[in-house]
Each structure stands twice: as structure tokens, then as C-alpha cells.
């Protein structure tokens, strides 16, 4: 294989700029140099890529350098992940290797259907919420979440974090996501059926994630006098950064002149009384991170937290209600992309439906240190972080598809209605 | 390796302090958890969560030792443990762990100079010269020793000697007269002070604000100030430090003209960081004078640095205003327009607050910080100028710009729940800068307010690392009263063009260099005219500002 440090900036820049993984797609990197070899067996080799951007930031990425002299990622190759995976404390040889070809962030394989191994592929230092949160999970028994089964850390420098995890293959008819959309072609009612399951399994996680005073890194906490209104005045920034870089375009017109409404409506909402503990969350809630188990069972995956933020964002403790609100969210798109994806009406409100079943299954199990003390209080706290990601999401959409910013749009003008 | 660590929550990288935001605060006035009118550790812990928002990279603790506190804490009975009404070591030690958890490092002030009295060292050197640590001070039969030394509290101090009626012996002291001054010439105090470092590095600390280091070492024939020997130490100190430590800082305060400063960088083996202390006074000497030229000269005199070194800057702290790095004609003027309370004064400074200082104007408050922020250094933010505290000149020595930091417009600004009388001092309560019109709660909701102005000028400045890490360079401008520099780094270019005026003012730069370049606004990301051949033309409001990116053209390189 070629000597690591042979590789030129422009071959690693070549592996990094396409890869799905690669977080700043919206930045042009100038350089990039391998700054550490955390692992180097056989024919694994893992390089700690630093990509420089033109500001003088940087950011770190694991790649898997080809065993031959290809200048490509090798992590999907057969004996690569196979040898992976052994490291990782999941004795792996001769298993059979498949893509899991949907992430954003990372990058995972399924060995032989038992095992999914998943590289982390943007590194920062720290401990990798992901494992923690599953440990956490595993030391309350709680039964929602694939089995860890093994890690790979780096030790550093220039960074001390896990590089690689194993977990237990989650045999499943597939993730929410896919499911809810197929589901509209012939028995739309499945999601409203299985979204009181869903509320009753959160609540059971994050009672689980609130369940251990002993660790200081999951002891539910009293947020401090003014953490509410510290998250308020983020969001408020973000509207005001958001509307005032808003493309002129007819689908976004409905909103583009209300953005002093949204933030009186933070105002507002962000004046609300005790919110309840905060605690370690999932960070990143949609029907993508949930899977419908082949038992008929809800199982969650994916805890790493939203990849834009930053690890001490994501391993932040928060109101679990930021995590409903994710879900929520995610039903509202997901009637939405129906339409926009397959032309097919759902059924009226069917949004409502999951949403109510979905909230009601979460109070009916939830534990009440996370909650405001009133229903009132619960609601405009969901609305609060409601309205927080259909920022994000126009911020997105915009951007990125702006075929999709109806979506956003139809739901702040859903928030701006007055309440009945 | 406990979790702790710094290893285990930062990226390694030893420069990281060039390009943070600093945050100096008051312990025992920033929050009471324990209701006994004394902030604590734990109190602290509670609003990690407000500094981080703010965009904080380090926190500096001023000290927390034991203390009689006669001199705000600066004088240490104890260098191993925390003063109990600040908590415990355990607390200590989970504040610090919970700012690393949320990404901001910890330093703290470090006494190398001298102790209390009342430290055990200093009782036991006092019983006489057969003592065991009989030469752990300086001691002397007579006052005639090291005559060329000034006295530096001249208020409070009339020599740098007092007589010890128990060993009958004078004993020397650059400060206050209950703070004896400890002999570096016995190697037996500096390994003491290099146990008592570590100590704190292996409880997690990131670093020292070496507080007085010009001071350690005397020698006859000399005013005793940054003498060889005090650098000889300091060089010992940062090799012993990074030889079983990572990323660690240590930060002078040498109030001392630049080019003595610089001394403190060495050959970048010394301390990592240095207070700029003169460019500070000079800043509001520019803005009550209307013109630049007192801001370039200083930084024109200021000589390079290493490259692994950086210059601490800021417009206030827990201190006055000092005025010793001025000649005595411009502290005649910095008295005549700053200080016109004589109460106002204290030694050779001012002791006030940002705000009141600049009569609460929020166009200069704003132009301060945006020069500061772009000078080539890591600005220091000093608590509650963040929200435009005010002070209380009634209390005694420095403690007028130390009260209670103001959270909430409820009972005692929110800073705690114990009855008024027990607060260690009232918080300001006046109709102007009290804690009813100036606290965090109401600022953070009005997305106007100083408070959330500085938080996203804060995010701005750390967006663009080229204000810790670029070239500095003055601009010659068409206008005395515009002072307009250029930042480089890698190819990230940034202009930055202030008006000190109270008037608005029109300025032409010559940018030619950077014709064919469109100059994007910073704040509010809007592009102005491309840079042609002719002069370049900006026009001010009072006291107004722009910070420019000089984007590359493509194809331009």
C-alpha cells in the first residue's frame, strides 16, 4: 500500500469532498493533511484527515485508506470492515459485509445480518454521545435500542474519541420514515396506529435517560433561572439571521414579511413558567431514527445528535420536549413529502392524528420531573421547540430545495394562527 | 487519566488560545448557590450555560485561595485549597469539569509574588533567622536597600519596606504592607510554587494568570523590575508545565510598555500570553480626543511576537484603569475627562466600569468593543460589562467595580436568595445602572440590548479566525479621525474602518492593492462597491463602524 503521508492534499481532498459524510459542503476546503493514524492492522488503516478551509478552520474526518493505490475510502470493503469490526471487540472474520447505504453523517455496514458496524466519520473531541447514551440505556435494561456490542476509540492527539462502534443488527420491516410512506398508498391509518406506541417508547426512554442521579453527565438537572429564555434568544437569532438571508421566492411569500410575528411569538412563548428537568436527549428525533421492529416493536437508532452541532451542543442536557417536538415535525413532513413525492393526498387530518395519539401515549407514561407542571405549559413549550425547527427548516429548505419550503411555511403559519 | 482532563474534552492544540474570548469574573460576585450572600462554585456551575451562550472560550477566575481578603483575595494564606465560602476541592474540581464538558477552559489567577501575612510561610519566616523558612521572604535590618524601586499603591503605601516587631527586621513588599513579597532567591519558593501549580493543573485547570510577574526577583542598583532572573524563572515554570501538561496557558499580567512586555514571550518558551496594558488607556484617549493617532501610535511601537504567542486585550477589569503606562500629561487629561469625581481615582487609575465611564452610551460602548475585537490579540471580557453594569464609587479601594453581578430586576439582582445585610456587597441599586433597569433576564429578551448585541459580535469574531491569528496593519486614512486597519490570514482578508467622532465623518482610503475586490459587510453581509483605482470612499454616523471580508475575486491570486 502507499506510505500514508505520500498521499497529497489534492487525493485526500478527492476522497472528502464527495463523500456523503462530508459535513461542509457549503465551504470550499483549500487543503487537507492526515494529522494522525489512530489505527494501522493489517488491512485496516484509519487516517484522522484534518480538511482546512480557507478561513484557517479546520475540521477532522476518519477515512479508511485503500490497502492498494486507489485513492479511495476502503471502508466498505469486505476485509477492511471485517477486521473493524474484530478491533472493535466483535470478533468478525469471514462475515458477510453489506452497505447500509442511507447515512448522512457516517458510515455503516451490516455483517452478517447480526452485527452493523458504524464508523464515525467527523471526529471532534470528546466523549461520542452516541456510546454513551447507549451504555446509559443498557444500565436501565431499556429494551428500545440495538444491544452495543463493541467500540474502537483514538486515544489521541490530536483528538481522544471513538472512532468506530458495533451494535446489534435490528432485524425490522424498515425505519419509520419509509414505512409511513408507503404506508399512504394502502392503509394510511398504520402511523396513527403505532404513534401511541411511539409516544409510550420515548417517554420510556427518556425516563431511562433520566433514570441515573449518580452520573453527572445524565443526572437529570434544574436548568438554571434563565436557560429558557438563553434558548428563546437563540432561536429569536436565528429567525432574524434566517428572514434576513431569505431567497425571493413565491413559495416562501407567505412568511417572508411575518418574521417580527415569530418573534413575538418566541417572546411569548419563551416567557413560559418552570419547563421541567433537563436531561440527556436524543437530540435528533424523527420517524427516520425510529425502526418498526420485525417483533412489532418500536426500536430507536442513531443517538449522536444533530451532525451540524457541535459535541458539546449535542451532549447538552435539554427539555425532553425538544425531542417531541423532532417527531412531531416529522409527521407534518412526512404528509407533506407524500404529496410533493407521490401526488397522493392524506387523508384528512391524519397529521392531527398521529400528533395527538403520539403526545397522549408520551404524557400517559411520562415522567413528570421533565415536564412543566401544567398541560398549558407543556404545549407552548412543544410550540417553542416546534417553532425552532421549522426554522431550521425553512433555513433548509430554501436553501437547499426550495421546492420543499412549502412544508415549513404551512407549518409557522400554523404556529402564527391564534389559538382557538 | 481522571476525566478531567483537557485531553478529554479539547482537540489538542496548543495555539487554541489565540483565537478565544476571554471572560474574567468574580466568584464571590457572580452567583450565590448556598443563600449566604457569597458567590460560589457551585453557583457558578449553575450559569455555565448563560457563559457558553455568550460564546466564551475560557473563564478567568480571579482568586478563591484562603484569604484575609484585605486585598480582594490577592493575598493567599493557603495556595492549596479553596477558600470555604467558595465551596470545596470536590466543587472546584466538577465546576471545572462541567466547563470542559461544554467546551470552555478554565485559568485562574496565580500569586507568585508574594502571600498574605497570615500565610503559615510567613509566620513561621517572622519567628526569626534560624527558622526554617527564615529566607523564604526578603528581610532586611534596614530600609536602604533597593532604593530605586517606586511604590506602586502610593494611595495606601509609603515604602516598599515594613518592620516586623516580632523578628525585629524589615521585610520587603511591592504591594500592600501585609503582603510580604517571597524570596525566589531561596530555590526552596519556587519549587513550592511549582508544587502548588501543579497541584491545580492535575485538578483540571488550563492554565495561570500569573499575576505581578515583573516583581519576583530584587537586585540592588536596579528598580527591581523584569530583572533576568525573574525570566530565568518563568522559563523554568512554562518547561516544567508542558513537559507533563498539554494546552495549558500562562498569561502575564506585566503592566509594563510593550517592548519590556515582550520580554515575557522570550523566544516563545515563557508565558503563552501577555496583557497589552497600555493600548487599553489609550483607546479612550482616542475616543474623548476624537482621533486615531493615540490607538496606531502605541500599536506601532508594540514589536512582533512568536508565533505561538498572543497579546491579552481588553477595556476593563477588576482593577482601575490604570494609568501607569501614560505620560504624566495624558493622566492629567485621562483624570480631567474620565475622572471627575476625585473619588473616581485610586493609585494611578480610574476605578470604573465600562459603561459609566463612557457615560452608558451604547454607540461607544459598541465602537470600543469593535476595536478591541479587532486588534490582534484575545479580547478579555470583564463580568457584567456585558450587559453595561455600572459601579458604586462610595465602596472602598477597587471593590466599586466587584459588586454583585445583576441576573434578574428581583431581590438583590438575583445574584441570591440571602437577606441584603448578609450580601459581601450591595448590588448597585441606582435608577441608572441598578439591577433593576441593567440584568441579564431583561436583555436577554430584547434582541436590541447590549446583552445580545455582544453575543452575536462575539459569534462574528470567532467565525473569523484571522482576528486572533492575521497580520496587523494601520492604514493611512484621509481622516485623522478614522482609525482603518487591514487583518490578513491564509487568503481570509478583513478591513476594518472605525469612526471615533461623535459626528459623522467621511474618510478615503487607499485600497488600491485590492482592486477588483467587493467588499462584503461583515455584520449584516452586504456588499459595497468593488475597489477601484481611485480612493476608496466610507461615510460614518457617529461613533460608527465597519468591518469589510476583501473576498478574493476568482481567478485573482
Request: charged share 25%; with cysteine.
Amino acid at each position: 500500500m502507499p506510505d500514508p503521508k505520500s498521499l497529497s492534499s489534492e487525493d485526500l481532498l478527492s476522497i472528502v469532498r464527495g463523500a456523503r459524510w462530508f459535513a461542509a459542503k457549503d465551504r470550499t476546503p483549500e487543503s487537507a493533511e492526515i494529522v494522525g493514524l489512530p489505527v494501522q492492522d493489517g488491512p485496516v488503516t484509519l487516517a484522522i484527515v484534518e480538511v482546512r478551509f480557507a478561513a484557517g478552520t479546520h475540521e477532522h474526518y476518519t477515512v479508511a485508506l485503500d490497502g492498494g493505490d486507489d485513492v479511495v475510502d476502503a471502508f466498505d470493503h469486505q476485509d477492511v470492515a471485517q477486521r473493524l469490526a474484530s478491533l472493535a471487540g466483535v470478533p468478525s472474520a469471514g462475515a458477510r459485509v453489506r452497505s447500509l447505504g442511507v447515512e448522512q453523517s457516517n458510515s455503516s455496514v451490516v455483517l452478517d445480518e447480526l452485527n452493523v458496524l458504524k464508523l464515525y466519520r467527523r471526529l471532534e473531541a470528546g466523549p461520542n454521545p452516541e456510546l454513551e447514551i447507549l451504555a446509559a440505556l443498557a444500565a436501565q435494561r431499556f429494551p428500545n435500542v440495538p444491544a452495543l456490542q463493541g467500540t474502537l476509540e483514538a486515544t489521541g492527539p490530536p483528538v481522544e474519541t471513538a472512532l468506530a462502534s458495533v451494535t446489534a443488527f435490528v432485524p425490522s420491516a424498515g425505519g419509520g420514515w419509509e414505512l409511513t410512506l408507503e404506508s399512504f398508498a394502502d392503509d394510511a391509518s398504520w402511523l396513527p396506529d403505532r404513534a401511541w406506541r411511539l409516544g409510550e417508547v420515548t417517554a420510556g426512554l427518556h425516563s431511562a435517560l433520566a433514570a441515573n442521579d449518580a452520573d453527572p453527565h445524565f443526572a437529570p438537572e434544574e436548568p438554571s433561572a434563565e436557560a429558557l429564555a438563553l434558548q428563546a434568544a437563540a432561536i429569536d437569532e436565528e429567525i432574524a439571521a434566517t428572514f434576513a438571508t431569505l431567497p425571493e421566492d413565491d413559495a416562501l411569500g407567505a412568511v417572508a414579511h411575518r418574521a417580527e410575528d415569530l418573534r413575538d411569538l418566541v417572546h411569548e412563548l419563551g416567557a413560559s413558567g418552570p419547563s421541567g428537568l433537563a436531561i440527556r436527549t436524543h437530540g435528533d428525533y424523527h420517524l427516520g431514527q425510529v425502526l418498526w421492529s420485525t417483533d412489532g416493536d418500536w426500536v430507536v437508532i442513531d443517538f449522536e445528535g444533530e451532525p451540524a452541532r457541535s459535541l458539546p451542543e449535542r451532549r447538552r442536557k435539554r427539555s425532553p420536549i425538544r425531542d417531541l417536538a423532532g417527531m412531531t415535525r416529522s409527521f407534518a413532513y412526512a404528509a407533506d413529502s407524500v404529496l410533493l413525492l407521490q401526488g397522493r393526498v392524506p387523508p384528512e387530518g391524519w397529521v392531527d392524528a398521529c400528533r395527538t395519539a403520539f403526545v397522549d401515549g408520551y404524557l400517559d407514561a411520562a415522567d413528570e420531573r421533565l415536564l412543566p407542571p401544567s398541560r398549558s405549559g407543556f404545549d407552548r413549550l412543544l410550540a417553542l421547540y416546534e417553532l425552532e425547527k421549522l426554522v431550521y427548516e425553512l433555513r433548509y429548505e430554501a436553501r437547499n430545495r426550495p421546492d420543499w419550503a412549502s412544508i415549513p411555511v404551512v407549518g409557522l403559519l400554523r404556529l402564527l394562527e391564534p389559538a382557538v | 487519566m481522571s476525566t478531567s482532563a483537557t485531553e478529554h474534552w479539547f482537540e489538542s492544540r496548543p495555539n487554541w488560545f489565540k483565537t478565544a474570548v476571554f471572560y474574567e469574573l468574580h466568584l464571590r460576585a457572580f452567583f450565590d448557590s448556598s443563600d449566604d450572600g457569597v458567590g460560589d462554585f457551585r453557583g457558578l456551575r449553575d450559569k455555565l450555560d448563560y457563559l457558553q451562550w455568550l460564546g466564551i472560550d475560557c473563564i478567568w477566575l480571579l482568586p478563591f485561595y484562603p484569604s484575609p481578603l484585605r486585598d480582594g483575595g490577592y493575598d493567599v494564606s493557603d495556595f492549596l485549597s479553596v477558600a470555604p465560602e467558595f465551596g470545596t476541592l470536590d466543587e472546584f474540581a466538577s465546576f471545572v469539569e462541567s466547563a470542559h464538558e461544554r467546551g470552555m477552559r478554565v485559568i485562574s489567577d496565580f500569586i507568585m509574588n508574594h502571600t498574605s501575612s497570615e500565610h503559615p510561610w510567613f509566620q513561621e519566616s517572622r519567628q526569626g533567622p534560624d527558622n526554617p523558612k527564615a529566607d523564604w521572604y526578603v528581610w532586611s535590618d534596614t530600609v536602604h536597600r533597593y532604593e530605586d524601586a517606586r511604590i506602586i499603591f502610593v494611595d495606601s503605601e509609603q515604602s516598599n519596606w515594613t518592620f516586623d516587631s516580632v523578628r525585629g527586621a524589615y521585610f520587603w513588599h511591592r504591594f500592600y504592607h501585609h503582603q510580604p513579597d517571597l524570596n525566589y532567591e531561596n530555590p526552596a519558593v519556587g519549587d513550592a510554587m511549582l508544587e502548588a501549580l501543579r497541584f491545580w493543573l492535575d485538578l483540571g485547570l488550563d492554565g495561570f494568570r500569573l499575576d505581578a510577574v515583573p516583581y519576583l526577583f530584587e537586585e540592588e542598583g536596579t528598580n527591581c523590575e523584569n530583572l533576568p532572573e525573574t525570566h530565568t524563572f518563568l522559563k523554568r515554570v512554562r518547561a516544567e508545565i508542558d513537559a507533563s501538561y498539554t494546552d495549558r496557558v500562562l498569561l502575564a499580567e506585566a503592566n509594563q510598555w510593550p517592548e519590556d512586555v515582550v520580554d515575557y514571550f522570550a523566544d516563545g518558551d515563557e508565558c503563552h500570553m501577555a496583557f497589552h496594558f497600555p493600548v487599553m488607556p489609550r483607546m479612550f484617549m482616542a475616543l474623548r480626543r476624537e482621533e486615531a493617532r493615540p490607538i496606531v501610535e502605541i500599536l506601532d511601537r508594540t514589536p512582533p511576537i512568536p508565533e505561538n504567542c498572543q497579546w491579552g486585550l481588553f477595556l476593563r477589569n477588576h482593577d482601575e484603569l490604570t494609568l501607569e503606562m501614560v505620560t504624566d500629561e495624558e493622566r492629567d487629561y485621562m483624570y480631567a475627562e474620565y475622572a471627575m469625581d476625585p473619588r473616581m481615582k485610586l493609585n494611578l487609575g480610574i476605578r470604573r466600569r465600562l459603561a459609566p465611564l463612557l457615560d452608558g452610551g451604547r454607540d461607544e460602548i459598541e465602537l470600543m468593543h469593535a476595536i478591541l475585537f479587532s486588534l490582534p490579540g484575545s479580547p478579555v471580557l470583564y463580568y457584567g460589562d456585558e450587559i453595561g453594569m455600572g459601579d458604586n464609587v462610595y465602596l472602598g479601594d477597587r471593590d466599586g467595580v466587584r459588586t454583585p453581578m445583576q441576573w434578574t430586576g428581583d431581590r438583590n439582582g438575583g445574584f441570591s436568595r440571602a437577606d441584603f445585610a448578609q450580601l459581601f456587597l450591595p448590588p448597585l441599586m441606582d435608577p441608572v445602572f441598578g439591577f433593576q433597569a441593567v440584568n441579564v433576564e431583561a436583555q436577554l429578551r430584547s434582541p436590541t440590548s447590549l446583552l445580545r448585541w455582544l453575543q452575536r459580535f462575539v459569534a462574528l469574531r470567532k467565525e473569523h479566525p484571522v482576528f486572533g491569528l492575521g497580520s496587523y496593519e494601520a492604514l493611512q486614512t484621509s481622516n485623522p479621525r478614522v482609525f482603518a486597519h487591514v487583518r490578513q490570514h491564509e487568503s481570509d482578508t478583513v478591513l476594518c474602518v472605525h469612526n471615533l467622532a461623535r459626528s459623522a465623518q467621511a474618510v478615503e482610503l487607499d485600497l488600491s492593492r485590492f482592486e477588483g475586490r467587493t467588499p462584503t459587510e461583515m455584520i449584516g453581509r452586504s456588499s459595497f462597491p468593488r475597489i477601484g483605482e481611485l480612493p476608496y470612499l466610507l461615510t460614518f454616523g457617529p461613533r460608527g463602524f465597519f468591518w469589510f471580508q476583501l473576498p478574493e475575486e476568482p481567478g485573482d491570486a
